[in-house]
């Protein structure tokens, strides 16, 4: 229904198409937009076209970025040494947020999925492999602690094992905070397998 | 931490300004966003721009449109006689999503209320007497249900009592669906203030 006239209709309908944003977000949204100063809005516009424009991968790691290498491979100061592998660049943004670790990154951009036909070659493995050649101590698997994120991180662990670099696996178990009553079984047991001396 | 480069981070920020969006979903968006096809990134975003450009107010109701009058005050077909006086174009949209009320709206954009220092010039209130000199039925005030849309309601009602002409206030009460139980005292009074003849 168009009660709002053309404009602002499209404007909703348009943020509406986001996702989890629904109607009545949209609708909210959308008069906080025309509310806000006319060069607060452009910058809105303009972020929005530069970024779709300008991001491509990192040569070196995949993760998302818009310069030839991102801030992560480009900074010298971090161990070149160590590389974690994750499925996509939001897992790499959230152990970013963590500020502790201090190696960097590989980005597969997927995980493999017979489910989904998504196999070995359509994430980026062979990339990985490349960058294994130069001088690595050890890559750390942290794809997600589901069945894609389990399959790939065993496929990706028999692939190097003939290279002798070291191969780790984050930690699967209860997270902090998490009350045990109501963490589901496998976790439990995998808490249980993966218990370390005190 | 500018772990995704400049566009991406600045895509993600501007996002975060608007309201209800956090750091998390902004970057949601965000992925979203970069992920699309060209041309719906070019939508979205000339969407925004041209809705600020192009908003402003119905000459006859003041509600926000992209014409000189909004659809609903052009509509011929619309009860032109009966003029619901709403605070502000969302709660307009409220009433006609029930898709039942045929009449014409006023908006004032905002309330009385002494507490912010909002008196009557301070909303549409003038152009509301300047409309009931043409030929008005009925005046419905539905302002919101608040101290403000309470006191405006009031005042409103002292102004158009001297005209003749009907002057009636959307009923207060138990919400459909809405549980005796948890329903506050004020509203389970009006209720009952309000009751009506089976």
Same mark, same amino acid.
């Given at each position: 229904?168009? +009660? +709002?006239?053309?404009?602002? %209709?499209?404007?909703?309908?348009?943020? %509406?198409?986001? &996702?989890?944003?629904? =109607?009545?977000? *949209? =609708?909210?949204?959308?008069?906080?937009?025309?509310?806000? &100063?006319?060069?607060?809005?452009?910058?809105?516009?303009? *972020?929005?076209?530069?970024?779709?424009?300008?991001?491509?991968? !990192?040569?070196?790691?995949?993760?998302?970025?818009? %310069?030839?290498?991102? @801030?992560? !491979?480009?900074?010298?100061?971090?161990?070149?040494?160590?590389?974690?592998?994750?499925?996509?660049?939001?897992?790499?943004?959230?152990?970013?947020?963590?500020?502790?670790?201090? #190696?960097? +990154?590989?980005?597969?951009?997927?995980?493999?999925? @017979?489910?989904?036909?998504?196999?070995?070659?359509?994430?980026?493995?062979?990339?990985?492999?490349?960058?294994?050649? =130069?001088?690595?101590?050890?890559?750390?698997? *942290?794809?997600?602690?589901?069945?894609? #994120?389990?399959?790939?991180?065993?496929?990706?662990?028999?692939?190097?094992? &003939?290279?002798?670099?070291? !191969?780790?696996?984050?930690? %699967? #178990?209860? &997270?902090?905070?998490?009350?045990?009553? +109501?963490?589901?079984?496998?976790?439990?047991?995998?808490?249980?397998?993966?218990?370390?001396?005190?």
């Amino acid at each position: 229904m168009n +009660y +709002y006239g053309n404009e602002l %209709s499209r404007l909703i309908e348009e943020l %509406s198409l986001l &996702p989890g944003i629904g =109607q009545k977000t *949209a =609708q909210r949204l959308a008069f906080h937009i025309i509310d806000l &100063p006319e060069e607060n809005v452009t910058r809105l516009s303009d *972020a929005i076209v530069r970024a779709k424009k300008n991001i491509r991968w !990192c040569r070196e790691c995949f993760t998302l970025t818009d %310069s030839e290498v991102c @801030p992560i !491979c480009a900074d010298s100061r971090r161990d070149h040494k160590t590389i974690m592998v994750v499925e996509d660049s939001r897992d790499l943004a959230a152990y970013e947020r963590t500020g502790k670790y201090n #190696g960097v +990154y590989h980005v597969l951009h997927g995980a493999i999925s @017979p489910m989904l036909g998504i196999g070995p070659n359509d994430i980026r493995l062979k990339e990985l492999m490349t960058r294994l050649r =130069q001088d690595v101590d050890e890559v750390i698997i *942290a794809t997600n602690n589901s069945l894609e #994120g389990e399959t790939t991180a065993m496929y990706i662990s028999k692939l190097i094992k &003939p290279t002798g670099i070291k !191969c780790t696996r984050i930690a %699967s #178990g209860v &997270p902090v905070g998490g009350d045990l009553e +109501y963490i589901d079984e496998v976790t439990l047991l995998r808490a249980l397998d993966g218990r370390t001396e005190l």
